[in-house]
T-cell receptor, first 114, second 111 residues
Framework: NAGVTQTPKFQVLKTGQSMTLQCAQD?????MSWYRQDPGMGLRLIHY???????DQGEVPNGYNVSRSTTEDFPLRLLSAAPSQTSVYFC?????????????FGEGSRLTVL | AQRVTQPEKLLSVFKGAPVELKCNYS??????LFWYVQYSRQRLQLLLR??SRESIKGFTADLNKGETSFHLKKPFAQEEDSAMYYC?????????????FGKGTLLTVNP
């Protein structure tokens, strides 16, 4: 049981390049989400999904796309990277058991856009 | 709208001293409050949640609806408590999974 797995752990991009951050979970969680972590800004929600085929925007969705074709995977796509997207990205998942409320996080992906 | 405020970016205490990390929230309904912790080189993880009324690693937090606060407290800090702490809020409603996080407080416990 690996939990939430993110790849890559580190990535350097040039402005304008595109890339996909991968996220997979093996806990059969319905809910998955992407956050970005910036100094002094805390964790901000980018996009989230409550199940396969369902996605919605969070607090800072601009410049990012997501899709949820399976329960396990929730990739985050940067269409045209900008320096403002330099950040640490965290994927998280939780079960439909609302009463527990625990989010399980991946180890993070550190992205630098030059 | 839901908002979480952690007024202290940095907090430094000595080992054995009491520690309190402040968290205030804004939400019109009945929120659920959580504390998450990120130790150096580790994943962000749940520390405690208000509905459980539990004590984890000596930490407690009480939801004060009158003051809209959920401060995290520990009577005697340990060096291993040094970490980034995030307060988080989830709105009421069975379909609301979103967590809103505060900006975090970096706690340093000095020997």
């Amino acid at each position: 049981n690996a939990g939430v797995t993110q790849t890559p752990k580190f990535q350097v991009l040039k402005t304008g390049q595109s890339m996909t951050l991968q996220c997979a979970q093996d806990m059969n969680h319905e809910y998955m989400s992407w956050y970005r972590q910036d100094p002094g800004m805390g964790l901000r929600l980018i996009h989230y999904s409550v199940g396969a085929g369902i996605t919605d925007q969070g607090e800072v969705p601009n410049g990012y796309n997501v899709s949820r074709s399976t329960t396990e995977d929730f990739p985050l796509r940067l269409l045209s990277a900008a320096p403002s997207q330099t950040s640490v990205y965290f994927c998280a998942s939780s079960s439909r058991d609302y009463t527990t409320g625990e989010l399980f996080f991946g180890e993070g992906s550190r992205l630098t856009v030059l | 709208a839901q908002r979480v405020t952690q007024p202290e970016k940095l907090l430094s205490v000595f080992k054995g001293a009491p520690v309190e990390l402040k968290c205030n929230y804004s939400y019109s309904g009945s929120p659920e409050l959580f504390w998450y912790v990120q130790y150096s080189r580790q994943r962000l993880q749940l520390l405690l949640r208000h509905i459980s009324r539990e004590s984890i690693k000596g930490f407690t937090a009480d939801l004060n609806k009158g003051e809209t606060s959920f401060h995290l407290k520990k009577p005697f800090a340990q060096e291993e408590d040094s970490a980034m702490y995030y307060c988080a809020l989830r709105g009421s409603g069975g379909s609301n999974y979103k967590l809103t996080f505060g900006k975090g407080t970096l706690l340093t416990v000095n020997p």
